[in-house]
């Protein structure tokens, strides 16, 4: 068992640390750097029947333009090309209608 993990260290040693990506390649992006741009989520609400049913939804904001990030769409905002289809946004949330959303008030 030791011999496993002492193998295994050594191999994550073994990686060239130059081909391993970081958080500089994003902080790097000359594109990224003059482009304001972030994406969030957000719960939009709608009336069913006796309920107020609440799901969450992906939102990107370009240059203080914010737009709806449907599933398999690549966005662009200036240079900055992002593909967003491999994020996954699951909220949901089922009220009774006499529910009032705080953000709306």
């Known amino acids: 068992m030791e011999l496993v993990l002492l193998v295994l260290i050594l191999v994550v040693f073994s990686i060239d640390a130059e081909k391993m990506p970081t958080g500089y390649v994003v902080k790097e992006n000359p594109i990224a750097e003059k482009t304001n741009f972030r994406t969030l989520t957000k719960a939009v609400c709608e009336e069913k029947s006796s ?3 609440c799901n969450d939804m992906l939102f990107a904001e370009c240059n203080g333009k914010e737009f709806i990030v449907n599933n398999n769409e690549n966005f ?3 240079e900055l090309k992002l593909n967003l289809s491999e994020v996954s946004v699951k909220g949901h949330g089922v009220f009774k209608n006499e529910w009032k959303d705080l953000r709306t008030e």
């Open 51 to 53: 309920n107020v049913v």
């Open 76 to 78: 662009t905002c200036d």
